[in-house]
């Protein structure tokens, strides 16, 4: 985005015929896109429907946000049509879209100069920010249990890279202070188990040994803060899977999917959480935070501590933290319209919000809320000190 000199875009839909297609066409052209094309799909019998947005937008937070915006607008009028949102749409410098805008299709409504309405409100002020504190801290001198490890056939399961065989070297490799602990954990898994966010049939069975790795009471705060990170956002990849594939389901007259081993690594994790929280009081804050941000995503395990997050919420009242504490207390108490004002609240004013999360359809309230406290959970976490 460097050097950009300001932001402008396409949004593409797939939608199940030509009919549907001039519909949809003729309906984002009518809500003022530029420039509207449509065609026959390469890849099934459908038709790509894609609304040029020539902007131009700032290119800054505010610039992104109303491109982003513009897009949630185009987003619901493509539902109308049984349109679904699709990749094949950009975003770039006005410059870039002028080259690759098309001269031909076999629907092509141009509007010149036409822009789509803004929304009247595109951020709102965020609370402040707040380093969590990670002390104080309490470390044994212990050996780490990690029993049955090479009982896992892990040659015969695959991460990101091919054969998992490398997977309980790198756990090992966890234990041992003298290692580089963020570059192995980075190549466990940002390279191998969570690549991009993907599960994997050796993601599920790696994540108890992250239990084992911090119940032990042998790492210090901020390894055990990076291990509950890890477990939450593999939690959080089966939410996020099926708001992404909502859109389509409903083109397919099926019920949103999750993506492949995402169900069996939310189980996992969801198995580790009664051992996790039971450490509530030899956790510092940002621990405990994390703790409560689990508990959000596994409410019926929620009832232990729910007194507890509560208090800590309050404690950081006005602040970032506090805000993502408090969609934690409302979704471990089930309460799904406090959890929906306080998701969308938070994506007015975290511009890396997953905005599009919060519309998808046949999705559940706390699962589209909990893609936002995931998302926003970490932010704050990897300010923690």
Request: charged fraction near 20%.
């Amino acid at each position: 985005m460097t050097g950009w000199s300001a932001v402008a875009g396409s949004h593409a839909f797939a939608v199940p015929d030509e009919k549907r297609a001039r519909a949809l066409a003729e309906a984002l052209a009518a809500h003022g896109f530029a420039l509207v094309t449509g065609n026959p799909s390469r890849l099934d019998h459908g038709w790509m429907v894609v609304a040029y947005d020539e902007g131009p937008y700032p290119a800054d937070a505010v610039g992104h946000r109303a491109f982003e915006m513009v897009g949630r607008q185009a987003v619901v009028l493509a539902r109308q049509h049984l349109g679904s949102h699709s990749p094949g749409g950009i975003r770039g410098n006005t410059k870039t879209l002028a080259k690759l805008r098309p001269t031909s299709a076999a629907i092509f409504l141009n509007n010149p100069g036409a822009r789509p309405p803004l929304p009247a409100v595109l951020f709102v002020d965020a609370p402040p920010p707040l380093s969590l504190e990670l002390s104080p801290d309490h470390v044994e001198d212990v050996a780490i249990d990690l029993s049955g490890l090479d009982e896992i056939p892990w040659a015969d399961l695959d991460h990101a890279f091919g054969k998992a065989d490398d997977v309980p070297v790198l756990i090992r490799l966890l234990t041992d202070p003298r290692q580089d602990w963020a570059k192995i954990l980075d190549e466990l898994f940002g390279d191998n188990l969570l690549h991009q966010g993907t599960c994997y049939s050796a993601t599920a069975p790696a994540l108890p040994f992250l239990t084992r790795l911090i119940t032990s009471g042998a790492l210090p705060s901020k390894r055990r803060l990076d291990l509950y990170c890890q477990l939450l956002w593999a939690a959080g990849q089966g939410g996020h899977s099926l708001t992404w594939d909502a859109d389509l389901a409903v083109v397919q007259g099926r019920p949103p999917a999750p993506a492949k081993w995402t169900q069996e690594v939310h189980a996992t994790v969801g198995e580790q959480v009664p051992a996790l929280l039971a450490r509530w009081d030899v956790e510092p804050p940002a621990n405990q935070a994390a703790l409560a941000f689990l508990a959000g995503l596994y409410p019926h395990h929620a009832a232990s501590v729910i007194d507890q997050i509560a208090s800590l919420a309050e404690r950081f009242e006005g602040t970032q933290p506090g805000v993502y504490l408090d969609l934690a207390v409302a979704l471990a108490r089930a309460d799904d319209n406090r959890a929906l004002a306080i998701a969308s609240d938070i994506a007015m004013w975290h511009d890396d919000a997953d905005l599009a999360c919060l519309d998808s359809p046949a999705v559940s309230t706390a699962v589209k809320a909990g893609c936002i406290l995931v998302d926003g959970a970490l932010h704050v976490l990897s300010d923690a000190g």
